[in-house]
């Protein structure tokens, strides 16, 4: 079947440009891409777009669904009926459940249960050391032929440098991905929220963005001696920006992410302990929020994610400094990016790039692109449809957003997986 969308203002982030036009899809792939308004066979389908935006589905790098162990959080069902309500077609999976997912059977477990229930794509990672405990590397080529697509101990970090260096040259010698959080681990224990005169008046355990600086430069490091493929999951302060640009520079094997919370949210937005504002690493300052803006339109920081962190109620009702961190994001990642777009600190390419573009170039995946052949995982969205967030509404399990109340613009119409409809907004 053909299936044909006219009058769509179609964003390619490869092209770094908007162009109105049809885009048609077959057999599952983008056939034709057209920005003349020529004649459609008779009877084609069609979609008429009425000037709405249509991209390339988001690659969302760093998804926590809690199978096995804590589905009562987040299901792959849930989390995947929340990745397609967001336009969301790929979801790169985090191992920091319980247990971890850190052997082939566990890893065969988790994607068969993606297969049989989400409807969009499920790319698992697995961890980097057996039950992330930093000691013991795990069976990174094992986990590779069962399908890991990257390998992290997620906000664990590898404390002994001498377990991570052997981690990584192994992973070097099979050409894996390592996802590593830049932070130091003594100075981060326990923080809730960032040094500064915020956290001091609020009595909160704070810890330095130095933090980061001083976990990336270590992580720069074995890079270098290792040769290893390396991307930082969130990179939240202006002080870790240039120790990335040197790497890059000097042509480490080098990319970095940054959570859409950190990009849209800052410190002071805590106010009086609301721990829905609680994340890993904590908010940041307004200058840090904004240079981390910056690095991501000039591409020095390659991608954002959602880093979606579902938890419950119990977890979140306590005291700020005993409450879960993380915050639920699937849903919420597009009208969330979008306020990047409207207060001008980048266009739409230039977000899809990092939305979509560039998480699928740096796990090998084929989707992420409006080009002939590749994959019709697409999202058609309303880039400047108001509204008001009401958690309630969610699709995930767990509702723990921070924009809950906000006035938001942005929404999803449609989002198609292979060329199947998974989504559509009533």
């Not at 034709?32 to 009425?50: G, K, R, V």
């Not at 991905?177 to 809730?192: C, D, R, T, Y």
Request: charge should be negative; aromatic fraction near 4%; charged fraction near 25%.
């Amino acid at each position: 079947m053909t299936l044909h969308f006219i009058n769509a203002k179609l964003i390619d982030p490869e092209a770094g440009q908007i162009v109105t036009g049809t885009l048609s899809i077959a057999n599952g792939k983008i056939s034709q891409i057209s920005t003349d308004m020529a004649p459609l066979p008779e009877q084609a389908q069609t979609i008429d777009c009425n000037g709405k935006y249509l991209a390339p589905g988001i690659v969302d790098l760093g998804v926590k669904v809690c199978e096995p162990g804590e589905r009562h959080k987040e299901s792959y069902r849930s989390a995947g009926l929340a990745a397609a309500a967001g336009g969301v077609t790929t979801m790169v999976t985090r191992p920091d459940t319980a247990p971890a997912i850190d052997s082939p059977e566990v890893l065969e477990f988790v994607t068969r249960r993606a297969n049989e229930v989400a409807p969009v794509n499920v790319v698992p990672m697995a961890a980097l050391t057996k039950g992330r405990e930093g000691r013991e590397m795990t069976e990174i080529g094992f986990l590779m032929d069962a399908g890991a697509a990257a390998f992290t101990d997620c906000d664990r970090v590898i404390s002994d440098t001498k377990v991570f260096s052997r981690a990584l040259t192994y992973a070097r010698s099979l050409g894996a991905l390592v996802i590593a959080h830049p932070q130091e681990p003594i100075l981060s224990e326990g923080a809730a929220a960032t040094s500064g005169k915020f956290a001091s008046l609020r009595g909160l355990p704070a810890v330095s963005p130095m933090a980061e600086r001083m976990g990336l430069d270590r992580d720069i490091a074995l890079i270098e001696m290792t040769g290893a493929k390396y991307h930082a999951d969130q990179i939240t302060t202006a002080r870790a920006l240039p120790a990335l640009a040197r790497a890059k520079k000097n042509g480490l094997d080098i990319t970095a992410g940054v959570g859409i919370h950190h990009l849209t949210l800052n410190a002071l937005d805590v106010a009086d302990y609301r721990t829905f504002f609680k994340l890993k690493p904590p908010l940041r300052d307004e200058d840090d929020r904004l240079a981390v803006a910056d690095a991501v339109a000039s591409g020095l920081i390659d991608i954002i994610s959602s880093m979606h962190t579902p938890q419950d109620e119990e977890s979140k009702r306590l005291p700020f400094e005993e409450a879960a961190s993380g915050a639920v994001g699937l849903e919420t990642l597009l009208p969330a990016a979008m306020r990047l777009v409207h207060a001008e600190l980048m266009d739409l390419p230039t977000l899809w790039r990092a939305l979509s573009l560039n998480p699928a170039k740096r796990l090998g995946l084929p989707s992420g692109r409006l080009s002939v052949g590749a994959p019709a995982d697409l999202v058609l969205f309303d880039a400047d449809a108001p509204f008001v967030l009401d958690r309630a509404t969610l699709k995930s399990k767990s509702r723990n957003t921070p924009f809950d109340g906000m006035r938001m613009q942005g929404k999803v119409l449609q989002t198609f997986v292979a060329g199947n409809r998974v989504f559509e907004r009533p």
